[in-house]
């Protein structure tokens, strides 16, 4: 089986830091990318960071400057450092994967972890 498990939320003051760790496992083949999501209202999710294979990132803008964004592909874990923590940061983080199986190794498949609260106090 093959899942993605995140870890890392907790509750800081604004100004502080945390640090989000993802890692996918499983039969596996490829990973082509990681990134963070974050709940919008709608029950939508906002693509907060996101990180691929060949190093390239993409944050919203109202995360950049302050969260960094990283990957080991060879532990198949992407990480999230975020500091000068906002308030309005307070939200569910989940995890997201592009990989590839050793049963479909042409074929990408979309994972999602089960989410770690972040919860930032003014």
């Known amino acids: 089986q093959v899942q993605v498990v995140e870890s890392g939320g907790g509750l800081v003051r604004a100004g502080g830091s945390l640090r989000l760790s993802c890692t996918a496992s499983g039969n596996i083949f490829a990973v082509n990318g990681m990134a963070w999501y974050r709940q919008v209202p709608g029950n939508q999710r906002e693509l907060v960071a996101r990180?691929?294979?060949?190093?390239?990132?993409r944050y919203t803008d109202s995360v950049k400057g302050r969260f960094t964004i990283s990957m080991d592909n060879a532990k198949r874990s992407v990480y999230l450092q975020m500091n000068s923590l906002k308030p309005q940061d307070t939200d569910v983080y989940y995890c997201?994967?592009?990989?590839?199986?050793?049963?479909?190794?042409?074929?990408?498949?979309?994972?999602w972890g089960q989410g770690t609260q972040v919860t930032v106090s003014s």
């Open positions: 997201g994967a592009e990989v590839l199986t050793m049963e479909a190794q042409k074929i990408p498949h979309d994972l």
């Open positions: 990180i691929t294979f060949g190093g390239s990132t």
